[in-house]
């Protein structure tokens, strides 16, 4: 299965939420690092991590896909 592939196929609930967080956080730390007023290092340094972090999730979230299977159930 090829990337673009993965990235069409349907992804499932909970990565769908997780690709949601990841926007947001990509998104504050973005505005964290394009802010017209001064911030101190450690604030502009939160902002990067935020957006790398957020992108990385997001990304992750994205090409997670349904196999189709279901695991057998094993009733004790």
């Known amino acids: 299965m090829t990337i673009i ?3 069409k196929a349907p ?3 909970f990565f769908k939420v997780l690709r ?3 926007f947001s956080l990509a998104a504050a ?3 964290l690092l394009a802010a017209p007023i001064s911030l101190p290092a450690g604030i502009i340094a939160l902002g990067g991590y935020l957006t790398v972090g957020g992108a ?3 990304a ?3 090409v997670t896909v349904e196999d ?3 695991p057998a159930r094993k009733d004790g």
């Open 29 to 31: 730390g973005g505005a």
């Open 68 to 70: 189709g299977t279901k």
């Open 60 to 62: 992750v979230s994205q």
């Open 11 to 13: 992804t499932p609930k």
């Open 5 to 7: 592939e993965r990235a």
């Open 20 to 22: 949601t967080i990841g």
């Open 56 to 58: 990385v999730l997001t």
